[in-house]
């Protein structure tokens, strides 16, 4: 069985710092890797994605890659009191026919 | 707008009772999926559809049916509800070849 593993949390931080997510994966064979981010009953919402090694920046978010550690990241920088919400990593099937989903880290940042 | 649509988004039914949630998508996207989220368990996928008449089982088929007979529409059959299937369920839609993964609102089934 595929696994995606993450932290449950909850991560708590202040407003301003950095937060980081980690997640690992079982299939050396993935290729795409994703990070959803869900508020509380909502549906989740995709905020990076990544398929090289090394680190992919989006405004505030920075999404790193290590294939070699099976082992990708989410840095959140300057963190908001909008950014409390649970992180999703996903790892796309060698098939492309499905994500497989970790768990979900539950972010929480205080102002 | 673009835009994943489910139907209904809660309902509350008894054991054994056939049930349908409908998923429409308006983005033409080839893919699409349903899942399943349960606390602890995380989000986890039912059955997938790669085109028209094309579906097949993903994680955890068991007590659900589907199917695919236009390209927009991909409904959730759950022929006889029993009080394990009470969860959050999502249906996602993404173009063959695409990165985005578009998820429904979200229906809260509860089988009593």
């Known amino acids: 069985q595929k696994e995606v593993e993450q932290n449950s949390g909850p991560l708590s931080v202040p407003e301003g710092a950095i937060a980081s997510l980690n997640c690992t994966y079982s299939?050396?064979?993935?290729?795409?890797f994703f990070w959803y981010r869900q508020y509380s009953g909502k549906s989740p919402e995709l905020i990076m994605s990544?398929?090289?090694?090394g680190d992919k920046e989006d405004g505030r978010f920075t999404a790193q890659l290590n294939k070699a550690s099976q082992y990708v990241s989410l840095l959140i920088r300057d963190s908001q009191p909008s950014d409390s919400a649970t992180y999703l990593c996903a790892v796309d099937n060698q098939a492309g026919t499905a994500l497989i989903f970790g768990k979900g880290t539950t972010l929480s940042v205080s102002s | 707008e673009a835009q994943v649509t489910q139907n209904p988004r809660y309902l509350i039914t008894v054991t054994g009772k056939k049930l349908t949630v409908t998923c429409s998508q308006n983005?033409?996207?080839?893919?699409m999926s349903w899942y399943r989220q349960d606390p602890g368990l995380g989000l986890r996928q039912i059955y997938y559809s790669m085109n028209v008449e094309v579906t097949d089982k993903g994680d955890v088929p068991e007590g659900y049916k589907v199917s695919r007979k236009e390209k927009r529409n991909f409904p959730l059959i759950l022929e006889s509800p029993s009080p394990n299937q009470t969860s959050l369920y999502f249906c996602?839609?993404?173009?063959?070849?695409?990165?985005?993964?578009?998820f429904g609102p979200g229906t809260r089934l509860l089988v009593l």
């Open positions: 299939d050396r064979g993935s290729q795409s």
């Open positions: 990544i398929y090289s090694n």
């Open positions: 983005m033409n996207h080839e893919y």
């Open positions: 996602a839609s993404r173009r063959a070849g695409g990165e985005t993964q578009y």
